[in-house]
């Protein structure tokens, strides 16, 4: 079993910066892909960003030129730098790993608990 924990969440005005993190735990072979999502109330999870092993990321067009993702995969976390964030920022934003247990391709996939980030206009 793969537990992840997000932190970093909180209350910030208009403009300001948050830096989230998400640390995987438990027994498993490798992480392949990790990625954020948020969800706002009575709106769908939607995918903010990704990041492969290796490094390649994608954004969301609403992310891009404002939010950072990257990893640190001797520590198995992934952060997510977000700045000049904005009202409509304000959601629950939840950590996803994609693990491997063995050394097969096959995946299961993992998502925190979700942490708040409120953005005051």
């Known amino acids: 079993q793969v537990q992840l924990v997000e932190s970093g969440g909180g209350l910030v005005q208009a403009g300001g910066s948050l830096r989230l993190s998400c640390v995987a735990s438990g027994s498993f072979f490798s992480i392949n892909t990790m990625a954020w999502y948020r969800q706002a109330p009575g709106n769908q999870r939607e995918l903010v960003a990704s990041v492969t092993d290796t490094g390649s990321t994608n954004y969301a067009d609403s992310a891009k030129g404002r939010f950072t993702i990257s990893r640190d995969n001797a520590k198995n976390t992934v952060y997510l730098q977000m700045n000049s964030l904005k009202p409509e920022d304000t959601a629950v934003y939840y950590c996803?790993?994609?693990?491997?247990?063995?050394?097969?391709?096959?995946?299961?996939?993992?998502w925190g608990q979700g942490t708040q980030v409120t953005v005051s206009s």
């Open positions: 996803k790993a994609e693990v491997r247990h063995t050394m097969s391709i096959r995946t299961t996939l993992y």
